[in-house]
């Protein structure tokens, strides 16, 4: 059977959330990871807080972001899982197209989804589209038998859903109660979760 | 030798009725610490741990995390009508290496692991038995070879399975009832003594509570 993974990218790939070290550029570091926080927690959903972080971050030039994004620390035996496993891999996140193209391809080199930006030359106009990590399922369905989600934000809920294997990670944070009660594996520490997602690759990749 | 386990899968998702405490069985205090936390502590080696939680799993993970930050968590929501061969099966399923099956209520020292782990051969199956002192247990008949040759809720013999079974070739099924049934077909299976003990009943705790208490 063809198994394809998906994974969140702030906070579950990379070890420090994304947005609040973009916003050092611009000194609302705190107030731009309370924002985070509370995103995760699902007390604001996360496309009216993503459009307020991204208003309040749209200031900064796109090479400067670009910049930032990718000094982000990542979780290394995460990372050679992606890249060993890049066709199959993919990442879905709710970050800007425009802030993480040039971060992922480095980094892991695999597809990804993500929602898009509207920009005019270095400057970032607006939010063109938001993503719905379920999107992401929906469009590999066709491809793979068996759909692996990894994730920590209320905003991974709808992927973990619809896949078939959910794992609720804590790399960075504690993954927000609802999802842990949708998901199958609960792991904290990033060398576990690849051991973990080798065996299942191990498993379902045999099954006819 | 120890060093040749790779993975343990403990199970924890069950109520504990019978201990009569509104908290899951390997989070009762003894010595000043957790049960868990002693079994945590003997198995400091085993690269890759397991537990299928299931009752209070919060709080189970919540505790497991402070002892030891790599143990991956598997969720039983199912675990007021399923049983702990379920459990297993969980746990157990996509793992595509031998691993030891272990109870989360157990209290074993590192000698007894020790014992059992050095009887490891890692391409055979091997259970933990021990001198019968539970009510209600599985006793197993052993032929002259120390191989276990029958399993029985009846007392057929002085050894009960301890729940320690190390797994090589066996494969849990989901739809199995109890574990003794999964490892029945593949009689007969190596068998080793060991001295551990099990927390069912407030008597059970009481003992092991004045035992830990004296070590």
Redesign the interface.
Known sequence: MRVAFCFDLDGTLTEEEILPQIAKHVDLYEEIELLTKITMRGLITFSKSFKLRVRLLSTIPIPTVKHTVNSILVNKPLQEFVQKNKADCFIVTGNLDVWVDEFIGREYGCAYFSSRAKVEGEKLIDIEKILDKQEAIHALRSTYDIIIAVGDGMNDCTMLEQADIGIAYGGVHEPVSTLINIADYVCYDGQALAVLLESLKQKHGREN | MAGKIDTVVICAAGLGSRLGLDMPKCLVEIGGHPLIYYLLNVLYDVP?IRMVVGFKE?LV?ECV?KIR???????N?AYTSTTNSYSLYLGS????VPFLNIDGDMYISRENYEKFVDKVKLDEDLIGVTLSYTEDAVNVLLDSENRAIGFSREKISNYEWTGIAYLANIKIRKEGLYVYQELEPYLPIQSQEISCFEIDTPQDLEYLSNKIGHL
């Not at chain 2, 930050?69 to 969720?75: E, Q």
């Open positions: 890759n919060d993970m995390r930050k790599d143990v991956v968590f598997v969720r929501p399923h996509d793992l595509q």
